[in-house]
């Protein structure tokens, strides 16, 4: 398999992502979107790896993987503090700076 | 294996995948009948004797009465996912039995075949990662149940798995460290013919606190708050009858059988037994090691219902406290000293030795600490004076 | 077709799907079970690309414990779909996914043509896959990478600093 087909596919993969992000307005939901684009990302540092014939792609996986479950710990905190507050986790409902 | 022409690589690959898939589910039944016949043993009373032998023919009773109950789907229910869930539990039971080696190797008309479904190099990492799935099973279950006490079994259940996993893969790192593979075949291979060289003496720590974390991953007494009947009916297959109900119970069980066989692979020697493995031909050789690791599950899978029969279910703090604070600090130190240790001594007694010390070390401090520090609780509540009187302390 | 091929289309195909279902499905519960499909079909093609201890991390990090996280949130929330109070505009809707549509026009030029002038695309890809084993992911790791790799440690354990206190502080609140 060459690396474009990869490449094209990660693309894809990203595009969904930020489509996802645009236009859903559950928080989670978003979040989710945002995982898939790291995983997009993911894929492209694999492929690269793959096909340049060394290890680097997959380290660089490992840290990408590393900083998504910080992130994920700490947003989803936060979702479910804001839900505390507002009994929602739409983005658009959530606009005031004052709890 | 590569040097196994295809055609024959091809036949004893599915003639293993149908002995094995076959001996799990008949391992269920045995399990099923077993565990009510030694409860029963234990508890000074007899159990089930009246279907066959012994009561022998039990499980076939149950599995006919399970089939022709009705299969009844309630309205309230979100119908895909409650399909779904006991399969999404079952699968990965099944699956993960596919990377353990449960015997050396036969040889037969000059092909030697391991005894093994497949080899990946990555074998303890499909494992844990099969495993860490199973928890879906039980958490859509639960939710599309659509029920308060089967949505709290799922929560519990999840907060526990994710916790437990965690101890489960820090407590097989020293094991893989002195190793130095990922494949399951090898691991055991290199743990020697006799007990003091299998790993359970080298990693003795790590090795009580990866089976209490296989206990609560298999959601067993005393870790079986998803399920504890006294508070939440039954948890997260209250609402679940009939064949579904029976792939939630067949699981259970798989899921026992599998991590006892893991554990003998990867603590207690495999198929090695003071080198009766090596006895007989190329093909005696071959089923006396399977024997011998079918023995050693069996011992194992009897201290499952033992430990059922003797300590009390954990109340939900203790559950945490104790993962969090107490297997999770001690299954680190095991990792640190393992390390340290054998790069300044290369020796595996020495190892052995400082991993005790060491975790009896961290052990009394946590335990200091957190009796320090946790207040009494001002309602004494009938539970925990039920509790032994070392989890009190880590409480 | 050649067995990779196949594969490629397959694994690519649903993980593509698995994508598009996650931003389609209303209820959060079913988007996380098709990120979770589509995190699987990813664990498939990093095998297929050989980098078997990627793929065994991708199913244990993401589909272990990341998702259940998030189904953990979901279901303590008790989140069902928003209300429709919430919902976007359709004209809005269609802006966005217009603009997705550019973005995705755009990765898949880069990715066919651009990268052709530079030096991935000139380095010769080797004739196997090659297998990268554990063991050099973590030799780079704690050699060349060692300073990242703390990093990392440090990023994790300010996470859960993070957690703790932002949990701390609001069930105090409520005491």
């Not at chain 2, 109950?69 to 309205?75: A, F, T």
């Not at chain 2, 296989?214 to 005393?222: G, I, K, Q, S, V």
């Not at chain 2, 899978?301 to 109340?315: E, G, M, N, S």
């Not at chain 3, 695309?121 to 790799?149: C, V």
Request: net charge neutral.
């Amino acid at each position: 398999m060459e690396l474009q087909y990869y490449l094209i596919l990660s693309a894809l993969l990203f595009t969904t992502g930020v489509i996802g992000v645009l236009i859903r307005r559950n928080a989670i939901i978003i979040f989710m979107c945002i995982e898939l684009m790291l995983n997009a990302a993911n894929l492209a540092f694999v492929a690269i790896s793959r096909s340049l014939g060394e290890a680097t792609g997959q380290v660089f996986v490992f840290f990408v993987m590393t900083v998504a479950a910080a992130e994920v710990a700490i947003g989803l905190a936060i979702i479910v503090s804001v839900f505390k507050h507002r009994q929602t986790i739409n983005v658009d409902e959530v606009n005031s700076l004052k709890g | 294996m590569e040097n196994l022409p295809l055609s024959v690589f091809i036949l004893s690959s599915t003639a293993k995948i149908v002995i094995i898939v076959h001996m799990l589910l008949i391992g269920v039944m045995a399990m099923i009948w077993s565990e009510r016949r030694v409860s029963g043993w234990m508890q000074d009373r007899l159990g089930p004797n009246r279907v066959g032998f012994q009561g022998i023919l039990q499980p076939i009773a149950d599995g006919l009465k399970f089939l022709f109950k009705e299969d009844l789907i309630p309205n309230h229910v979100d119908k895909p996912l409650y399909v779904l869930a006991p399969a999404m539990l079952l699968v990965p039971a099944l699956v993960t039995v596919a990377v353990v080696p449960f015997g050396s190797s036969i040889t037969i008309l000059g092909y030697e075949i391991p005894l093994q479904i497949a080899d990946i190099n990555i074998g303890i990492l499909y494992v844990l990662a099969i495993t860490s799935l199973g928890v879906y099973g039980v958490v859509l279950g639960a939710w599309a149940s659509n029920n308060k006490y089967s949505l709290l079994g799922g929560l519990r259940s999840s907060a526990q798995m994710i916790s437990y996993e965690l101890t489960l893969g820090l407590a097989i790192i020293g094991v893989l460290m002195l190793t130095s593979s990922l494949s399951l075949r090898e691991i055991a291979t290199a743990q020697g013919a006799y007990p003091w060289h299998w790993n359970f003496m080298i990693h003795f720590p790590a090795f009580l606190a990866f089976t209490t974390a296989m206990y609560a991953e298999t959601n067993r007494l005393p870790f079986d708050l998803a399920e504890a009947e006294q508070e939440l009916v039954a948890g997260y297959h209250t609402e679940y009858s009939s064949m579904k109900f029976a792939m939630f119970f067949m699981a259970e069980y798989m899921n026992m059988i599998v991590g006892s066989a893991v554990t003998v692979t990867l603590f207690l020697g495999g198929w090695h037994f003071f080198g009766l493995e090596n006895m007989g031909g190329p093909v005696w050789s071959g089923i006396i090691s399977f024997g011998i690791f079918f023995v050693k599950t069996a011992i194992f899978l009897f201290v499952f219902i033992w430990v059922r029969w003797t300590l009390p279910r954990f109340r939900y703090d203790q559950l945490m406290n104790f993962g969090w604070k107490f297997l999770l600090p001690v299954a680190l130190t095991s990792i640190v000293v393992t390390g340290t240790l054998w790069i300044m001594t290369s020796s595996r007694l020495v190892v052995a030795i400082g991993n005790i010390v060491a975790a009896f070390i961290v052990a009394s401090i946590v335990a200091g600490l957190l009796a320090m520090k946790t207040p009494k609780p001002a309602i004494q509540d009938s539970d925990s004076r039920l509790t032994p009187t070392a989890l009190d302390a880590i409480e | 077709m050649n067995a990779e091929q196949i594969l490629f289309i397959l694994f690519g195909g649903v993980s593509l799907i698995g994508a598009i279902a996650v931003i389609s499905f209303r209820h959060p519960i079913y988007s996380a079970l098709s990120l979770i499909v589509t995190f699987f079909a990813q664990a498939g093609l990093f095998l297929l690309l050989g980098a078997h201890f990627v793929a065994a991390v991708q199913v244990i990090v993401y589909a272990g414990a990341i998702m259940v996280l998030f189904l953990f949130v979901i279901m303590l929330l008790n989140l069902g779909t928003l209300s429709a109070k919430g919902a976007m505009s359709g004209k809005l809707k269609g802006f966005a996914i217009v603009l997705g549509i550019l973005l995705a026009v755009e990765g898949v030029y880069i990715a066919t043509n651009v990268l052709n002038n530079t030096a991935i695309a000139s380095a010769q890809p080797a004739t196997e896959t090659p297998t990268t084993t554990t063991y050099d992911i973590g030799e780079l790791l704690f050699s060349k990478y060692l300073l990242p790799f703390e990093v990392t440690s440090l990023i994790l354990l300010a996470a859960l600093i993070g957690v703790i206190v932002l949990v701390k502080r609001g069930s105090e609140a409520e005491n």
